[in-house]
């Protein structure tokens, strides 16, 4: 049974740093595009950053291009976002997800197969 949960968010300062994990049991990264979604109130849920074991390919949705990481551990079964330059426009529920034997070079287009229950980023200006 594939699984994923988040952690790590939290209240942070505009301008500050913060960490998002995913752990992940069920499957094997090699296998997935796994990456992060994430929902602020009365927006639409958007694609934030993925990475594909399939093809090692890499996304960034323009708004944090420079500023957040994308990155696994495969050993431990973790997805990371390292946030940076953070702004209150950032705030939202962020979400893991995966889509198995996919890409992350159209990842605005996918249907992502599986979903964690999110973790609240709120950045105060």
């Known amino acids: 049974e594939v699984q994923l949960v988040e952690s790590g968010g939290g209240l942070v300062q505009a301008g500050g740093s913060l960490r998002l994990s995913c752990t992940a049991s069920?499957?094997?990264?090699?296998?997935?595009?796994i990456g992060w979604y994430r929902q602020a109130p009365g927006k639409e849920r958007e694609g934030v950053s993925c990475i594909s074991g399939v093809d090692d390919t890499t996304y960034y949705v323009d708004s944090v291009e420079g500023r957040f990481t994308i990155s696994t551990d495969n050993s431990k079964k973790m997805l990371y976002l390292q946030m940076n330059s953070l702004k209150s426009e950032d705030t939202a529920l962020y979400y893991c997800?995966?889509?198995?034997?996919?890409?992350?070079?159209?990842?605005?287009?996918?249907?992502?197969?599986?979903w964690g229950k999110g973790t609240l980023v709120t950045v105060s200006s």
């Open positions: 069920g499957f094997s990264f090699d296998d997935y595009a």
């Open positions: 997800a995966a889509l198995y034997g996919s890409s992350c070079i159209d990842l605005p287009h996918y249907d992502m197969e599986y």
